[in-house]
């Protein structure tokens, strides 16, 4: 599964007279574009805090194949006290490649 490559970008609106919303931009050839929006929610904070979270997706994914690849590395009774982490780990970068 392919997606808009990063990085991404949070964009948060700040006017305080407007619905409280946030853009999720990415840039390629120099030019930024909305790849996603973020709307108001009921809880304070959370517009950014969700625009931040998925602005980082990218990062996290390729953080999280880095782990995997250490993983892959690791024997005995060392890859038994991480078993659950990294298992969650595979699962996540499954789900976010649409497997």
């Not at 970008?9 to 996603?36: M, P, V, W």
């Not at 009921?42 to 995997?68: D, F, M, W």
Request: net charge positive; proline share 3%; hydrophobic share 40%.
């Amino acid at each position: 599964m392919k997606f808009t490559p990063g990085p991404w970008e949070a964009y948060i609106e700040n006017d305080e007279s407007k619905l409280k919303q946030s853009y999720i931009h990415a840039t390629r050839k120099g030019t930024k574009f909305a790849i996603g929006e973020i709307f108001a929610t009921a809880v304070k904070g959370e517009v950014k805090a969700n625009a931040r979270l998925i602005a980082e997706s990218p990062t996290l994914l390729i953080a999280l194949k880095y782990i995997i690849d250490i993983a892959d590395n690791v024997k005995g009774a060392e890859l038994k006290c991480y078993k659950t982490a990294f298992s969650n780990a595979r699962k996540a970068i499954s789900a976010s490649e649409g497997k």
